[in-house]
């Protein structure tokens, strides 16, 4: 089945000429249908510029991009229909209540739900008469997804959905998202919240500098990194444990793919010479160690020139 959305060598350059920022260098992503698919990475990753790309908001400076097969800018009043889109920052109009802001967005809408529909899924039927201007930051944030809900889309950009919401907003918003790709909407999501990602993703890919890094499930992410053991040293000789690297500072660190039979190895040794290792610790690759040395990683200076046309995408065909 083809994917829903296609990108392939994807570039935004920000302003012309030699003072030009390379935003996006050159993306490649695919994102099946049904699946949640979560942009990660640094500040100014180039995460929102990403989504900008494929909701059509912004023209690839290089590339090509297919959402359902077509052009994203070029064809979208064929596919707005069938998208819904949560922006970072939503930028309601502070007067109006949070009906008449959906009554002005459903008016928008091809095939729309009900306002009291979209006020339920986010829990908020009891603010319904209440000024946007007045509302919380995290409720304001939900005013925002209900507004990206109501056209009832069968693909979801969100960009950073949950940020300022309170821990149990939060679940209920990811149970929300959950219920939604259980009834096959497929979803396209940045979020800082690497448990967010965890939870709700299929497959993750993390930006720096204007590239994927890593792209993957998460356990193909996390299967290629190593864990960590670490402990303050205990002034001995440590002993060899073999295919691991080892940073013997005044805090030992041992990087390794064997976790349990390298901790097994250095508690013997430890064991063998009477000694208490202070302060051990041993932790499983996670999403977050990937994502700490990925940010880590040097930037990239080496950049593409800036096409001196227009050089305005095309839809895969
Ligand atoms: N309109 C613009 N003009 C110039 N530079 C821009 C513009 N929009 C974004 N940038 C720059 O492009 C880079 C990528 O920005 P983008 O907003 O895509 O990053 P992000 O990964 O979403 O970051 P964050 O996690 O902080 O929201 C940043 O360095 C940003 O300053």
């Not at 290089?62 to 959402?67: E, M």
């Not at 809408?109 to 529909?117: A, Q, R, S, V």
């Not at 993750?204 to 890094?213: D, L, T």
């Not at 080892?246 to 390298?262: D, S």
Request: charged share 20%; aromatic share 4%; with cysteine.
């Amino acid at each position: 089945m083809s994917p829903i959305i296609s990108a392939r060598g994807v570039h935004r350059w920000y302003g012309h000429g030699p003072d030009a920022f390379h935003a996006v260098r050159g993306i490649d992503l695919d994102v099946q249908a049904g699946e949640v698919f979560a942009l990660l990475g640094t500040n100014g990753a180039g995460k929102t510029s990403t989504l900008d790309l494929l909701e059509g908001l912004s023209t690839a400076d290089d590339g090509t991009i297919a959402v359902f097969g077509l052009h994203p800018v070029r064809d979208r009043r064929a596919i707005r229909p069938d998208i819904g889109i949560m922006l970072q920052s939503g930028g309601l109009p502070a007067e109006l209540t949070v009906a008449e802001t959906l009554q002005m967005w459903r008016g928008t809408c091809t095939h729309p739900t009900t306002i009291d529909d979209v006020l339920t899924k986010v829990h908020l039927t009891d603010r319904a008469d209440v000024r946007v201007g007045s509302l919380s930051g995290g409720e304001q944030r939900r005013v925002d997804l209900a507004c990206a809900l109501l056209g009832q889309p069968k693909l979801l950009f969100l960009d950073e959905p949950t940020t300022g919401l309170d821990p149990e907003n939060r679940r209920a918003t990811w149970q929300l998202l959950a219920d939604l790709k259980a009834s096959g909407v497929t979803m396209v999501l940045t979020t800082h919240y690497l448990d967010e990602a965890e939870e709700l993703a299929d497959r993750i890919a993390i930006m720096h500098g204007g590239r994927i890094r890593r792209e993957g499930t998460l356990r193909d992410i996390v299967a290629d990194h190593p864990a960590t053991i670490s402990f303050d040293h205990p002034g001995l000789t440590l002993p060899q444990l073999s295919a691991v690297q080892i940073n013997a500072g005044a805090r030992v660190e041992i990087k390794t793919h064997h976790l349990q039979a390298h901790l097994l190895e250095l508690l013997s040794w430890a064991r063998d010479n009477h000694l208490i290792l202070d302060g051990l610790t041993a932790r499983a690759a996670s999403l977050e160690s990937v994502f700490l040395d990925v940010a880590d990683e040097p930037g990239d200076d080496a950049t593409t020139a800036q096409p001196t046309v227009d050089n305005t995408i095309g839809a895969l065909s």
